[in-house]
Nanobody, 121 residues
């Protein structure tokens, strides 16, 4: 059993900053790529940023230069530093991780429960 627990969402004014955290716990053998996705009502979930186990990153064009993904591999934790937030960044943000589980064969994909980010004056 593996859980992803997110924290750090909330209400912020345009131009403000927030830092999201997501910690993976459970019977983890190894955590591979981790990432952040977001979704607004009526729209498909979209990738915000991903980071590989080796530290390579990819950010969506809409957040490049404003958001930064990072991870602490030893703690199975991924972060998303969000600066210069805009109203269009308002969404539910979900953590994602690909993990191998002790006692099981293969790589599995897990999602967090989501955390709301609202950018409004």
């Amino acid at each position: 059993q593996v859980q992803l627990v997110e924290s750090g969402g909330g209400l912020v004014q345009p131009g403000g900053s927030l830092r999201l955290s997501c910690a993976a716990s459970g019977n983890i053998a190894k955590t591979y790529a981790m990432g952040w996705f977001r979704q607004t009502p009526g729209k498909q979930r979209e990738m915000v940023a991903v980071i590989t186990s080796g530290g390579s990153t990819n950010h969506a064009d809409s957040v490049k230069g404003r958001f930064t993904i990072s991870r602490n591999t030893a703690k199975n934790t991924v972060y998303l530093q969000m600066n210069d937030l805009k109203p269009e960044d308002t969404a539910v943000y979900y953590c994602n991780a690909r993990i191998t589980v002790l006692g099981l064969y293969g790589e599995y994909e897990y999602w967090g429960q989501g955390t709301q980010v609202t950018v409004s004056s």
